[in-house]
């Protein structure tokens, strides 16, 4: 079975690799390291004894999107990860988000239409409920106005491959809500790599622990949760990986419902940022500089999963504690300053 993934440099798609290429699958790449780097191929060589194949290129120049699936005409299943993920950058550059996160995405399903049989593994995220009105999360949970950009082609990115299965019964989609990925293959030869100041909490925390960043800001400790801190739903990478080899299971072997479905990845246990910085704090055996500042506006206040449907129908459990996670985020960090 050969599966293409867009964006399979990048921190989960790398992982997702992994466990493709573990479980026999033969994994095409594109990815135009926008944000990622080609010796990430070389880990993944190193972990699983075989190379992708990889084919350096902008998804948002259509003809080369053309001619790819013209070239390959036996891809069994395409994973999506392929898109700009920057907040804050999605609201200074909101054509760009657009062009990459959507535009990108009308030019893969034009090509997947025109197959007898397709079947499409979408990144979407929990940023789609914003603020949910009940916790934990389910996925009929009302989508919220987007905070941005970058949230909003979540959203619409949704809504164009759900309206695109309607009228095409031969496509079969899966959008997976990512909760909060974090960590790195526990070999650490692959893991998350932030280019600039990390937009997340996480190699935030391992970046100040190393020594490259002086002080964590903790955005409010005076949110109506147990010790005033937000709370979100930290799932290992490694765990987000597997789900998508389940989900492109699934497909393969049809035993879906319906061509369009949705699935939440978290753990179902929500952790405050206070919990984290302990966490951090209990693996590495170091003291984090942090200090509290003011509540960040658009903040969520708590958001994790209810897991059910992702344990019940997909058959999946995410493993790893947040220890776990921790653990291998530090021991990444170490190494890429060792
Ligand atoms: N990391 C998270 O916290 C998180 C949470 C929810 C959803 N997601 C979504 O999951 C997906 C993967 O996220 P990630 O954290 O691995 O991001 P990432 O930036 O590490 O990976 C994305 C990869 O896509 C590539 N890419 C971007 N635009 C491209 C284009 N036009 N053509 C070819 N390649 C392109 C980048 O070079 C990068 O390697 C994204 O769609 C993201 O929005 C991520």
Redesign the pocket.
């Known amino acids: 079975m050969k599966v293409l993934v867009?964006?399979g440099?990048?921190?989960?798609?790398s992982h997702t690799v992994v466990e493709l290429q573990n479980e026999g699958f033969e994994v095409v790449i594109?990815?135009?390291?926008?944000?990622?780097s080609e010796d990430v191929l070389v880990g993944i060589e190193t972990i699983t004894g075989k190379k992708p194949i990889f084919e350096k290129?902008?998804?948002?120049n259509k003809p080369d999107v053309q001619q790819f699936f013209a070239k390959h005409n036996n891809i069994d299943g395409v994973i999506h990860?392929?898109?700009?993920?920057a907040v804050g950058e999605s609201v200074e550059n909101p054509l760009l988000y657009y062009e990459?996160n959507l535009g990108?995405l009308v030019y893969m399903l034009q090509e997947l239409t025109k197959q007898d049989k397709s079947n499409f593994i979408f990144?979407?995220?929990c940023t789609v409920y914003g603020q949910a009105d009940k916790l934990p999360i389910t996925e009929d949970a009302p989508v919220k106005p987007a905070e941005s950009p970058y949230g909003n082609t979540k959203q619409v990115g949704e809504e164009i491959i759900k309206d695109t299965c309607n009228v095409n019964p031969q496509l079969a989609a899966i959008a997976l809500r990512?909760f909060?990925?974090i960590g790195a293959h526990p070999t650490v030869e692959i893991g998350e790599l932030p280019i600039g100041v990390p937009q997340?909490l996480l190699p935030y925390i391992t970046q100040t622990g190393i020594g490259l960043r002086e002080q964590l800001s903790v955005f409010g400790d005076d949110y109506p949760t147990e010790d005033g801190t937000c709370i979100r739903d930290y799932i290992h990478v490694v765990d987000v990986a597997k789900a998508h080899v389940v989900a492109l299971k699934r497909l393969l072997d049809q035993k879906n419902e319906g061509n369009y479905e949705v699935f939440n990845l978290g753990t179902g246990k929500g952790s405050s940022v206070l919990e984290v910085i302990h966490s951090f704090e209990k693996v590495s055996g170091k003291n984090l500089n942090y200090k509290v500042v003011d509540r960040r506006p658009g903040d969520v206040i708590q958001a994790y999963a209810d897991t059910k449907k992702a344990n019940q129908v997909l058959g999946w459990k995410a493993q790893s504690t947040l220890d776990d996670s921790m653990k291998s985020a530090w021991d990444w960090e170490l190494k890429l300053r060792s």
């Open positions: 867009t964006g440099l990048g921190f989960i798609g594109i990815d135009n390291l926008s944000n990622s290129m902008d998804l948002r990860f392929a898109a700009s993920k990459n990108v990144s979407s995220s990512y909060n990925p997340n």
